[in-house]
């Protein structure tokens, strides 16, 4: 490290909750300097009592290849221990494929962004979402309550209830069949549970339409695709767009006047979608010719073309290989870090589950047996059980 002092690069900025990290021009080349920052860090942090916002400047900072590993572990246990959020400016090019590259293999968000200003901004949209978190009535968001489910004498469901918050990555995990997928398709309407009640965003219902949920702000992704094979990427987004379109049948045939102008606000925002998920290089290529990974994400980018409140994912990381799910992690972690979407997914990689959930909830032959946080679950005998079938 440089000759500045640790307690030069760190400003507290209580009026916004926020610790400023200042990397400018620093060099940290090996664990042991690493260390002595992050100790320093974490002994103030401790000693205020409280949890921060991060804001972190990496201008013209230079961490060595040998450092990184240490930098990226330490990096992320600050912010689980002592964060509410992270952002990042002024990384070099070399800095910001390094910080990428490290987000993905220890699942934290990078938050990366060019200018000071859009970082202030982004702060800003996490404290929002925080207050709006904790403003919401018994911080409930989604509410499942008793829910039976049953195909003639097959039981799917029995009687399951949990509460999904606000801003929270959930996951829903268990055994093959388990009743996961049917939890996500009573949520958003496929099916109709013969007991119990969903509660969304304030509103009760028993049964429900998939075009209502869509409309109430919930999108999700399926188990086996479900894209049109023979469309462009480009169009296969824009059909996530439909409940946005409010020109009529024949505007739209005529492209004319009004429904030209909103295809154009349609398209601008799809081209955003386009650029988050980096897909820019196959966004004129027909669905059926891309590899399976790319079209797991192109199923995510048609969900998050419809901007949704609840983003329900089933199965995002079937089929995988390690870096597709990688990639996919860092991305579900960005949409719900710096967009403010609730996720509720479900997943059999354990690891990834473990990683980027906040709440999770298990399933076993249609009834709940566990919820908790992560570190709760995967320490619960019950759930040790019914996995491994043999006692903790």
Not at 122 to 127: D, K, M, S, V
Not at 286 to 306: I, S, T
Request: proline fraction near 3%; charge should be negative; include cysteine.
């Amino acid at each position: 490290m440089s000759e500045k002092s640790i307690s030069e690069c760190v400003v507290f900025h209580d009026e916004i909750v926020t610790m400023e990290v200042d990397f400018t021009d620093l060099t940290l080349s090996d664990s042991s300097t690493v260390d002595a920052f992050y100790d320093e860090i974490d002994r103030r942090l401790a000693a205020s009592g409280r949890r921060w916002y991060f804001l972190v400047n990496y201008k013209g900072c230079v961490i060595t290849p040998e450092a990184w590993p240490r930098f990226a572990e330490r990096g992320k246990n600050t912010n689980i221990i002592h964060g509410l959020g992270t952002v990042r400016v002024g990384a070099s090019s070399s800095t910001r494929d390094a910080i990428r590259s490290h987000s993905e293999r220890a699942m934290f968000r990078s938050n990366i962004y060019d200018s000071r200003d859009q970082a202030m901004l982004a702060l800003g949209e996490l404290r929002k979402r925080h207050r709006e978190a904790e403003g919401a009535a018994e911080g409930s968001f989604l509410r499942v309550e008793n829910v039976g489910l049953h195909f003639g004498g097959v039981k799917a469901i029995s009687g399951v209830s949990f509460e999904i918050r606000r801003g929270e990555i959930s996951s829903i995990i268990g055994p093959n069949g388990a009743g996961k997928s049917s939890m996500l398709n009573v949520i958003n309407g496929v099916y109709h549970p013969q007991e119990g009640t969903v509660t969304f965003l304030g509103k009760q219902r028993r049964r429900m339409h998939p075009h209502e949920a869509a409309a109430q702000g919930i999108a999700r992704t399926f188990q086996n695709i479900a894209l049109f094979k023979g469309m462009s990427v480009l169009d296969n987004l824009m059909t996530g767009r439909n409940l946005k379109m409010k020109c009529n049948f024949l505007q739209q045939a005529l492209y004319w006047g009004p429904a030209q102008r909103e295809e154009l606000e349609h398209r601008a925002k799809i081209e955003e979608v386009i650029d988050y998920l980096e897909i820019e290089h196959i966004r004129k290529t027909p669905v059926g010719r891309l590899p399976y990974g790319l079209q797991k994400r192109v199923e995510l980018g048609r969900a998050l073309a419809a901007e949704p409140t609840l983003l329900l994912l089933d199965e995002p990381m079937a089929g995988m290989n390690v870096e597709e799910k990688q990639d996919m992690s860092r991305f579900i972690l960005d949409v719900n870090d710096q967009f403010g979407t609730t996720i509720l997914l479900i997943e059999h990689d354990m690891g990834v589950v473990m990683d980027i959930s906040d709440f999770v909830v298990v399933l076993d032959h249609g009834q709940k047996i566990a919820e908790g946080t992560p570190d709760e679950v995967r320490s619960d005998p019950v759930v040790i059980r019914a996995y491994l079938g043999t006692a903790h």
